[in-house]
């Protein structure tokens, strides 16, 4: 069975890519097609549509999650498989046209989950062996991906070709889970002070900048940081004439008056929406 690191770009996710090395090293990359939040560098931007196979335009997530993926790679000295699924402006539009929401949230599902889960398919003998980058105080969390094992495996639907030009889809034992920073009992301070004076890069904030899992506070602060992708949450709700959580939008927060400074150690995983660690 092969061994698969799900990777984020994320300092946990990065931990277990050194330190528990895999047969595979997988990155799903979130894409926009807006041409207003433009990755500033033309040269790797050229280097991450050779990665993915498709022209890279931006990413919703902080630009500097390019970087930590293409130092990690050095830094471990052996690649990571760059995976991509359709735009997150593609996907909205199937989705119907409204923002992911607490009550349906298929944005980790359509931008990571699903890409990472074909890939395998097409790549390597299933199951896998997937190693998830929880810690220790997230046991909760493990054991309810447990849940969804069935004799060990977790099932998926994958597409599997077509048919009168139609997909067809079968439902194929895909992967056991493993965790091995709740094994060997490592928490976050000790993820963080492995990462210090390291030639890795990382964000101050992994996941997409209008993540809704996020509060009304932290929301406003990556509106004030990324003011171009803030906007584009923006426009998908003009667009489509939603909000992302009821009474609230995401142009009544970017309006907003504090009445206090935020700082960056005022928010941290609990705000995150866990897709980054």
């Not at 890409?115 to 493990?142: D, H, T, Y």
């Not at 977790?154 to 067809?168: A, D, I």
């Not at 602060?221 to 995401?250: A, Q």
């Amino acid at each position: 069975m092969k061994t698969v690191n799900s990777l984020s770009g994320g300092k946990t996710s990065s931990y277990i890519a050194v330190n528990y090395p895999a047969d595979y090293n997988v990155f799903a990359l979130v894409r926009t097609d807006d041409q207003k939040c433009l990755f500033p560098d033309p040269k790797i931007r050229q280097i991450v549509s050779d990665k993915i196979g498709t022209e890279f335009i931006g990413t919703l997530e902080d630009d500097l999650i390019i970087y930590t993926m293409l130092d990690l790679e050095q830094f471990i000295g052996k690649k990571i498989d760059w995976i991509t699924g359709e735009s997150f402006d593609k996907i909205i539009k199937k989705a119907g046209g409204y923002l992911p929401n607490i009550m349906t949230r298929y944005c980790t599902s359509k931008m990571k989950v699903e890409p990472i889960a074909q890939w395998c398919f097409e790549n390597m003998e299933l199951p896998v062996k997937m190693r998830i980058g929880f810690r220790a105080n997230e046991i909760s969390r493990a054991n309810r991906m447990i849940e969804k094992q069935v004799n060990g495996l977790e099932n998926f639907k994958f597409k599997v070709g077509q048919k009168n030009n139609r997909n067809k889809w079968a439902e194929l034992p895909y992967r056991s889970v493993e965790f091995p920073l709740i094994k060997d009992i490592i928490f976050k301070d000790t993820v963080e002070e492995f990462w210090k004076n390291k030639p890795v890069r990382f964000a101050y904030m992994n996941n997409c900048i209008g993540c809704f899992h996020r509060n009304e506070l932290l929301l406003k602060l990556m509106s004030e940081k990324y003011n171009e992708k803030f906007d584009w949450f923006i426009s998908k709700e003009n667009e489509n004439n939603c909000t992302f959580k009821k009474g609230i939008t995401y142009q009544k927060i970017k309006n907003h008056k504090l009445q206090l400074d935020l700082f960056d150690a005022d928010f941290g995983d609990c705000d995150s929406g866990y897709c980054g660690l």
